[in-house]
């Protein structure tokens, strides 16, 4: 019995990219198509998933074998520890640094007043010049009001809170999966059909009291986390 087609196809895909190294041009659909002997249509999903996957990229008007993904550990680590371990050179743009009031939710995290406004930091995450994530943090600020005013928002906030004498105690996270809103997608140059990876976090100091509540989308292209598991 033979064998599905686009089995075939993506099976062929893998060998070829097993074959090539980053940075190097991937064969056009029209090649594919006529090597494999298939329609262009099962070629183009293929591709698509190999897109979504994060293992090649859009490239000008080609295709290119993309560079690894950028493993994140979850941890209390900051981004910058994490890309650095991976010898990637972190970055960040700011997209707003403010005063706001914020939901209930948020309030309640952050151990807060109802009506009271908390420190938003909103910046985009950089790996080696790529966009690969859009970060929107919330703290208290009754403890970091003059982060406002003195933090270099291209620097590490995790080190900048460390260097006011707060020793992180631990955080609950979870992740999930969404697609981004266009305002998202635009920060992260790239499409809403593109999935990415939801991370939310509540961080507390020794103490069990708030540090942040942090709203993160990662590029799923782009980005994956790992953890280490004991049995205690």
């Not at 560079?67 to 979850?74: E, H």
């Not at 009031?101 to 908390?118: F, G, S």
């Amino acid at each position: 019995m033979s064998l599905p087609k686009p089995y075939v196809v993506r099976t062929g895909l893998d060998e070829i990219l097993a074959g090539l190294s980053e940075g190097d041009a991937f064969p056009p659909e029209r090649e594919l198509a006529l090597r494999f002997g298939v329609a262009r249509d099962t070629v183009r999903q293929a591709v698509h998933e190999l897109l979504v996957e994060g293992r090649i990229e859009r490239r000008g008007r080609g295709t290119v074998v993309s560079r690894p993904k950028l493993v994140q550990p979850l941890s209390l680590k900051s981004y910058t520890e994490g890309a650095q371990r991976m010898g990637r050179v972190p970055g960040r743009l700011l997209v707003s640094c403010e005063r706001v009031t914020v939901d209930a939710e948020i309030t309640a995290a952050l151990d807060v007043a109802p009506t009271a406004r908390v420190m938003h930091l909103e910046r985009v995450l950089l790996a080696d010049g790529a966009r690969i994530g859009l970060e929107s943090s919330y703290l208290p600020l009754h403890r970091f009001a003059s982060l406002l005013k003195t933090f270099d928002p291209t620097t590490s906030l995790y080190a900048a809170i460390r260097e006011r004498g707060v020793v992180f105690g631990e955080a609950t996270e979870r992740i999930e999966t969404v697609l981004p809103t266009p305002r998202e997608a635009g920060l992260l140059e790239s499409t809403t059909a593109m999935p990415m990876l939801l991370l939310n976090r509540r961080s507390v100091d020794t103490d069990g009291c708030p540090i942040e509540v942090v709203r993160a989308l990662y590029r799923g292209d782009r980005v994956a986390f790992e953890a280490t598991l004991t049995d205690r």
